[in-house]
């Protein structure tokens, strides 16, 4: 399941460098997660790193792209091989 950014968002910059897939950038209001590259972090780290900097908390994982745990590994597999 990738990740989602809320509207509680208060674009404090710090997710966007700590994504290591560059699933992240800037929206029109608010940062977005592009959910085709976002691993959670599988293969890089343990945990998602942007959730980990987030200072309001406002990274749930995103309902409308459920993906397990070797999906994400896949997709992962797929980014990193280009």
């Not at 509680?8 to 209001?29: H, R, Y």
């Not at 691993?39 to 908390?57: A, I, L, M, S, W």
Request: glycine share 2%; aromatic share 4%; hydrophobic share 30%.
């Amino acid at each position: 399941m990738a990740l989602m950014i809320t509207d509680d968002c208060i674009n404090c910059d710090v997710c966007e460098p700590e994504c290591p897939n560059s699933a992240i950038s800037p929206g029109e209001e608010i940062y977005e997660i592009d959910p085709l590259l976002c691993t959670e972090c599988v293969g890089h780290y343990d945990e998602p790193q942007c959730q980990q900097v987030c200072p309001v908390d406002c990274i749930p994982k995103n309902p409308d792209c459920e993906e397990t745990d070797e999906e994400l590994m896949d997709k992962y597999l797929i980014i990193t091989a280009a």
